[in-house]
Each structure stands twice: as structure tokens, then as C-alpha cells.
């Protein structure tokens, strides 16, 4: 029996549903059927072939050889074939290369029986390569009997990879302007800070604050609650934040989050909001969504934070451990001056340095306790203390460490996988509680196709619609995790999916614009921001970048569209993408190319096919196709001769 594959649906969805299960599904295909058979005879029988007339002779072997290279249509013209291989491709006039058609070059090369050639048909490596080719082409072939548009990408996407190679992550010439500059400046800045990804980061106050007042959620519950000034609309951000913590401290008794918003503190702080809410008039289910919302979202914030405070609190207050750090992490003497949360930071600012991480259930653990204890140990020698003080000391924070810590060792795969799935939830909420951006992930992620029929997806509860909102992006976009799903090569495909899905329910172009771009600002900042100012950043490394050499070494552009339109299927997979009429395939090839160069460089930022295949741009392609594949479908397929020479104008 044979594997049929599985699309849900057309378009982007579709695709990134086959592009989530295509190693599994493809697996299932390929070991089913006649096409295991047919490839287990072509790995048994292909070594005995030591001629093209072995190859033409025995059909079975010649049925993979061909679709391999998608010649299956030329099967019977016995003749063509034969030249093909016999003459190779090393003389100008060989067949192969007169064809003006890539696929007899490759399947003359992949069997050697050209001049001055061995024959390949015993390299176990080679053949394997053909069969890996013939179990694609297949594979494509079932896709296209569910739904053509995705076997047009499977083998767009295949076909850019072999002509033009898998990206090189390392040649910045396979990368736009804007992204060559990006990843030199990153490059610079990772040579002067160092590598410090797997350090963990002691959040400041400030920084505590400048990620609460970018979710509009909780710009509206701490107005409330800190009766924040209507004059705060014409503060710069620096003045914004200053004047929360100063009200934050004169209502909480500090403008630390961790501290008034600790597990001890919490229900004070939602039972001030509501008081507050209710004199001024909020209605109760305002009241409801504001404080539920914000309570999941300032958990996951402080969270972690909040926790090691409790933890180093406690090592403050006990003093032979509050000696212990003193000298260990050489702290400055004006410690009991400091407030308690500027306290906190040094604490875990010193340890991190000192003992590689912040965390006491780590640093005081079993495997980890002897090397700190070892850090403390050459300081105080250090600092002139006896050997008999320091060993002194020593038993007794061991005893007190082993104690207190022993057994918390860092936290466990489940409990890290806990942890990311409240960040991931935190962030829907965080979505949920914005005032723009609701409206397009509903839209992009047509989020009412999972609702019952009675169901109105606004009257549901916070955590019914969080459900929905996850189940729906990780089977439209094969993941619910909002940081990857707004990543650069993300976030294009789910604006994509919201203007076609919004053109579809009728909103009108200008507000479909004006909400894509404020949900994709919005979103970049609150998901994709690392403190980076992106602007200067993009700035200085283009102005290095402007004395480089700009040209390309390898084939022109003009080659590589030549070569593109040399393939009928390519020719139309690109004609679709880039949203050109098919009257352009009557057009003189050297207009030709110019058009496809200069709307390529429009869409994708790029003229050349080969840039195509790098940094994400090959998906962002796929999904273009596909979009406007099921688009020309709901419009009756095609362009009036009218639209068409449109186009061509604007191209």
C-alpha cells in the first residue's frame, strides 16, 4: 500500500504543516509500496550497469534513473538519452549542454559514461545520491496529486538548493546589504564583550521597569494603582520610569517589582488596583481581565529574579554566611547602607563573577560547594586571615550551606521545561493585554476556525482563548512560542497570513497596512528587542561596509535567471512569487530578466537566485508562492490582460 501524504489545507498553512511533518510523512512514503521495491531493486541491480545500453536496457532502472532528474516524460525517446550519456558534458557541443536544460547536464554527470569518464554506477555514494533524488522527485509527485501548488514549492525549494548550494552561514555575500552590516556590527560587538550567552543576567530595577511599560496591560493596572499623572503621555521614557519607582516607593516602600510584587506581597498590591479600579469607575469584568492578565504576566517577569532575592536575603541575614560573602565575593564595605534590592544585585552581580552563576541552590550544591568554598579560601589568605581563622570559618558555612542547600542542585528537565512553558504562556498574556495586536494574530492565526459553533472566541475565558491562540500558531506556523514565531523570518509569513486572511473578510487596504505595521512594531519590541539600538548599530557597520567591494564573485545575475528560466516548472514557481503575469514568459528573455530582476529586488531585497536560498529568504519565497497561488485561485486564477500590463509597468 502506498503512503498518501497528509495537507490539512492550502496556502501558508498547509505548507508549514507539511514542512513541520515532512520528515516523518516522507519516511512513511519512501518505505511503502512499489517505491521500495523500486528502490531496492535500483541499489541491488545499478552496479552490474556498466554502460549506457545496460542502463536503457533494463526499464526498471532506467524509470529511477530519469525521474531522478525529472526526465520521466523522456523515458521513450531511447535515442536522446543515449547521447546524453555516451557524449558527457566536458565539450561544449555535447548534447547535454546544448539542451539548454540543467537536468540533462546532471544526469549525463551522475553515471560517467562520457568521455575520458569511469563509470559511477558502482559508487555506492553516487547512486545513493541518485536514489535520494528519485525518492524526493516522488515524493513530490504524491504532494502534487493533493495539492499542486505544494509540490511546485517542494521542488522550487529542492531545485534552488542543488543549482545554487546550501547557504554558507559564513559568506556574508549570500546576505543582504542590511544583513551583512547586522551581522558584522554583532560580530564586532561579540569580539569586544565576549561570549557570554550561557552567563545569567541580574535584571536591574530600570530594566524591570522599561519591560513593564511596554505592555499596555500593565501601563494600565500600575496607573491605577500609583495614580500616575495625566502629564506622564508627554514623558520621555528615562522621566517615565523615574516617576513610577518614585511613586512605587512611596506607596510599596520600594520601586523594586520583585519586592512588591513577592509571593508575600502580591495579593496587596491586585487588592490596591482593584480598590482604586472600582472608585474610578472600571467595570468589573475590566477589573477581572486586567488583574488576571497581569498577575500571569509579572510572575514570569519577576519570577526568577524574585526568587534568588528570597534566597540571598536569607544568606544576608545569617552572618557567618553574610562574613562568608564578604570575602569571597569581595564586597564593598558600604553594604548595610544600600537598600535591600540594590543589595540583592550586588550580591548576585558578585557571585555570578566569582562562582559563574547567582543561584545558591547551583554554587552551594554538592558537585559545585568544594570550588567555592575554594574561592573564599584564597581571598581570605589572601586578605591576611590565619589558616586556623579561614579552616574555622569554613567548617561552619559548610555546615550551614549543606544545610540550607544541599539537594536543590539546578533545576530538573521538567522543571526547566515548566519554566519555558510559563515564559511562553506569559507572552500570550502579554499579546492579550496589548491594544493592536490581538487583532491581527486573530486574524493571521483565524483563530475562530477552532471555535464550536456557539462559541464567540472574545466571550471566552483568558485561559480558553490562550489554548486557542497557542493551538492555532503551532498548527499554522509549527510553533507556539511567540519569540520564535516574531523572529525575522517569521514574522514576515504571519503578516503575510493576516493581510491575506483580512483581505478575505473584506477590511479595507489602508487599516489592514495601518495594523500590520504597529502589531509588527509592537511585537519586535516586545519579543525580539535585546537592547540593541538596531538603527545605530545598522549605521555604523554600513558605513564599513560601503568600502568594501560591492560585486559578487560567481555568476551574474542574468546566469543565474537563465538558468531559472531554463525550467518551466521554476520559470512559473517564480512568476507566481514574485507576482508577475505570465505574458512576461512572451517577452524578449534579456526584458525578461530584467523585469524578474528588478521585481526580485523589491520583494526579496535581492536580484540574484542564489541570495534567494540564504538567510530565510528561500521561505519567505515558498510563502509568497503559495499565497498568491491560493489568491489567484479565489480569483478566478490568472490576470486580465489589463492587471498584466499593469504589472509589467509597475515591474
Known amino acids: 500500500m502506498t503512503f498518501t501524504p497528509y495537507i490539512p489545507s492550502s496556502g501558508v498553512a498547509g505548507w508549514n504543516f507539511l514542512q513541520t511533518t515532512y520528515d516523518r510523512q516522507y519516511d512513511a512514503f519512501v518505505k511503502s509500496g512499489s517505491l521500495k521495491n523500486d528502490t531496492e531493486y535500483f541499489a541491488e541491480n545499478i552496479g552490474k550497469v556498466t554502460s549506457s545500453e545496460d542502463l536503457l536496457n533494463d526499464r526498471r532502472l532506467l524509470q529511477v534513473a530519469v525521474k531522478a532528474f525529472g526526465l520521466e516524460e523522456e523515458i521513450n525517446y531511447r535515442a536522446l538519452l543515449q547521447r546524453a550519456l555516451n557524449e558527457g558534458t566536458s565539450a561544449d557541443d555535447a548534447l547535454a549542454n546544448t539542451m539548454n536544460d540543467d537536468r540533462y547536464v546532471k544526469f549525463s554527470e551522475a553515471f560517467g559514461f562520457g568521455p575520458g569518464q569511469s563509470p559511477l554506477t558502482s559508487d555506492s555514494k553516487a547512486m545513493q545520491a541518485v536514489v535520494d533524488k528519485f525518492q524526493s522527485a516522488s515524493f513530490e509527485e504524491a504532494v502534487g496529486e493533493v495539492d499542486e501548488t505544494m509540490r511546485t514549492a517542494l521542488f522550487a525549494k529542492r531545485a534552488m538548493l542543488e ?14 546589504v542590511k544583513e551583512r552590516a547586522l551581522k558584522e556590527f554583532n560580530e564586532a560587538l561579540e569580539e569586544i564583550n565576549g561570549d557570554d550567552d550561557d552567563t545569567p543576567d541580574v535584571t536591574s530595577v530600570e530594566e524591570q521597569w522599561e519591560d513593564i511599560i511596554k505592555r499596555d496591560v500593565l501601563t494600565s493596572f500600575f496607573d491605577t494603582v500609583l495614580r500616575m499623572p495625566a502629564t506622564t503621555a508627554a514623558m520621555d521614557q528615562d522621566e517615565l520610569i523615574e516617576t513610577y519607582r518614585e511613586k512605587a516607593l512611596s506607596i510599596f516602600g520600594s520601586d ?4 512588591f510584587f513577592s509571593a508575600d506581597n502580591k495579593a496587596q498590591t491586585l487588592a490596591t488596583y482593584k480598590t482604586r479600579a472600582t472608585v474610578n469607575g472600571e467595570t468589573s469584568s475590566t477589573i477581572t481581565k486586567t488583574m488576571a492578565l497581569t498577575e500571569n504576566i509579572l510572575d514570569q517577569v519577576v519570577a526568577r529574579d524574585a526568587a534568588l532575592n528570597e534566597e540571598w536575603d536569607f544568606i544576608s541575614r545569617q552572618e557567618p554566611l553574610a562574613n562568608f560573602m564578604k570575602i569571597a565575593l569581595e564586597l564593598p564595605d558600604n553594604m548595610d547602607s544600600r537598600d535591600t534590592s540594590e543589595q540583592m544585585r550586588i550580591y548576585r552581580e558578585k557571585a555570578i563573577k566569582a562562582f559563574g552563576t547567582d543561584d545558591p541552590n547551583v554554587f552551594a550544591s554538592g558537585s559545585k560547594l568544594d570550588e567555592t568554598l575554594e574561592v573564599y579560601r584564597e581571598n581570605a589568605l589572601a586578605s591576611g586571615m590565619s589558616s586556623r581563622e579561614v579552616t574555622s570559618s569554613l567548617r561552619t558555612v559548610e555546615t550551614i550551606l549543606k544545610f540550607s542547600f544541599s539537594g536543590n542542585d539546578a ?7 515548566a519554566a519555558k512553558a510559563a515564559e511562553v504562556d506569559a507572552g500570550w498574556y502579554t499579546v492579550m493585554g496589548q491594544a493592536g495586536v490581538p487583532k491581527v494574530l486573530k486574524t493571521a492565526l483565524d483563530v475562530n476556525s477552532a471555535l464550536e459553533a456557539d462559541q464567540v472566541f472574545d466571550q471566552l475565558s483568558l485561559e480558553e482563548q490562550l489554548e486557542i491562540y497557542k493551538t492555532r500558531a503551532f498548527e499554522v506556523f509549527g510553533t507556539s512560542d511567540l519569540e520564535e514565531l516574531t523572529d525575522p523570518y517569521m514574522m514576515g509569513p504571519v503578516m503575510e497570513a493576516y493581510k491575506t486572511n483580512a483581505q478575505a473578510e473584506g477590511e479595507s487596504a489602508f487599516f489592514i497596512t495601518y495594523y500590520a505595521q504597529i502589531a509588527e512594531r509592537e511585537l519586535n519590541s516586545l519579543f525580539q528587542d535585546e537592547g540593541i539600538d538596531e538603527e545605530a548599530a545598522f549605521e555604523e557597520a554600513l558605513e564599513r561596509l560601503k568600502k568594501m567591494h560591492e560585486d559578487d564573485e560567481g555568476p551574474s545575475a542574468n ?5 531559472v528560466m531554463g525550467q518551466q516548472a521554476m520559470t512559473e514557481f517564480m512568476q507566481t512569487a514574485l507576482g508577475l503575469p505570465k505574458e512576461v514568459g512572451q517577452m524578449d528573455i534579456d526584458q525578461a530578466v530584467e523585469v524578474y530582476k528588478r521585481k526580485a529586488k523589491e520583494v526579496l531585497g535581492t536580484d540574484k537566485p542564489s541570495e534567494m536560498i540564504a538567510a530565510g529568504k528561500m521561505d519567505e519565497l515558498v510563502n509568497l508562492y503559495l499565497t498568491r497561488s491560493q489568491m489567484n485561485t479565489y480569483n478566478g486564477g ?14
Open 163 to 176: 543549482v545554487f548550494g546550501e547557504p554558507d552561514e559564513d559568506d556574508v555575500s549570500q546576505l543582504s
Open 256 to 259: 523594586d517589582p520583585t519586592v
Open 411 to 417: 533545576p530538573s528537565a521538567e522543571e526547566t521545561a
Open 559 to 563: 546566469s543565474q535567471w537563465f538558468t
Open 638 to 651: 490568472g490576470y486580465s490582460s489589463g492587471s498584466a500590463a499593469l504589472m509589467m509597468l509597475r515591474s
